[in-house]
């Protein structure tokens, strides 16, 4: 949002240090690739803190799924995509175009370190639920259990059933793909 | 961009409100404003509007005269406390004659798509010329 008057200011490494301090305070950040028509913020997203687990609900009307990437690698969560631009019948003429439209890429700074096997990303009406279980190690994706017993956020998953992708012998975070 | 087409319609201009307004205003002080795409052809006009997290049963669409209404809560959000918008709620004047019976509404995967068949006396129509 301080794009232009950081472009200006001599001061470039001190609002970088600012965001920085931003980021550790809230620990996410945004960015967008391209800006989109109103300089909406596309896609809103929120990311929500809880005792086993992060969890990041963005705003993805229209998306299906596999349209979306989901990756984590450390602490970070990507979430990126592309939105067509919205093209009327060969009859109709556009009288308002505000959707947003083009590639974004939405990265969240998470505030705790999560396995990146676990996660859950599943699209429902038009948002995006990623629930990333908090690790106990540091950095290295602990073993998880089968997910068939009813804990609260059973239920769905965005793979087949039985196909679990999730740790057997690998060490190293991998997105989802 | 093509001015005269901002006729057919027009954003509702904010009236004095009564009571009953302010207290639907209350309600969606945490509501916004959906992002919309609409398009006109000969025989429709069509607006698509970008609502994530609502369901079916929570949208609500009325034609009132002349001004169409679109008001509706996204799930689970003001439960949460959630950041993101509790729900939507849009006004347009509507400055062409519809087919009011005619009107139809879809929602899939958080986009509202209403269709507003013009009334016949709108319609384009091409005149065949002996």
């Known amino acids: 949002m301080e794009n232009e008057s950081d472009s200006k200011a001599s001061g470039r490494g001190a609002l970088a240090e600012f965001k920085d301090a931003v980021t550790s305070l809230f620990g996410q950040v945004t960015s967008l690739v391209p800006d989109f028509g109103l300089g909406r913020e596309f896609p809103r997203h929120e990311l929500r803190v809880e005792d086993e687990e992060c969890r990041v609900l963005v705003e993805l009307p229209g998306f299906k799924r596999e349209e979306i990437d989901v990756s984590v690698a450390g602490r970070t969560l990507t979430v990126s995509g592309q939105r067509p631009r919205f093209e009327p019948p060969e009859s109709g003429r556009m009288l308002r175009s505000e959707r947003p439209s083009g590639d974004f890429e939405l990265v969240v700074r998470l505030p705790a370190e999560v396995d990146a096997l676990a996660v859950v990303a599943q699209m429902r009406d038009g948002i995006l639920d990623a629930r990333l279980p908090k690790s106990s190690g540091r950095g290295r994706s602990i073993e998880v259990e089968e997910t068939s017993g009813g804990e609260e956020g059973s239920g769905a998953m965005p793979w087949e059933e039985g196909s679990e992708p999730k740790a057997q012998d690998d060490e190293s975070g991998a997105d989802d793909g | ?130």
């Open chain 2, 1 to 130: 961009m093509d001015r005269i087409e901002h006729d057919e319609l027009r954003e509702a201009q904010q009236s004095e409100p009564t009571r009953e307004e302010r207290e639907a205003r209350a309600r969606r002080h945490r509501y916004t404003r959906p992002a919309v795409d609409i398009y006109s052809t000969d025989t429709e006009m069509v607006v698509l509007a970008d609502m994530p997290g609502v369901r079916k049963s929570d949208l609500e669409i009325t034609l009132d005269r002349d001004e169409l209404v679109i008001e509706a809560k996204a799930a689970g959000r003001a439960e949460d406390e959630s950041s993101l918008p509790w729900g939507y709620y849009r006004r347009f004047k509507l400055k062409t004659a519809f087919d009011r019976e005619g009107i139809t509404a879809s929602l899939e995967g958080g986009i509202c798509r209403i269709s507003l068949p013009k009334a016949a006396s709108e319609q384009t129509r091409k005149v065949k010329v002996d």
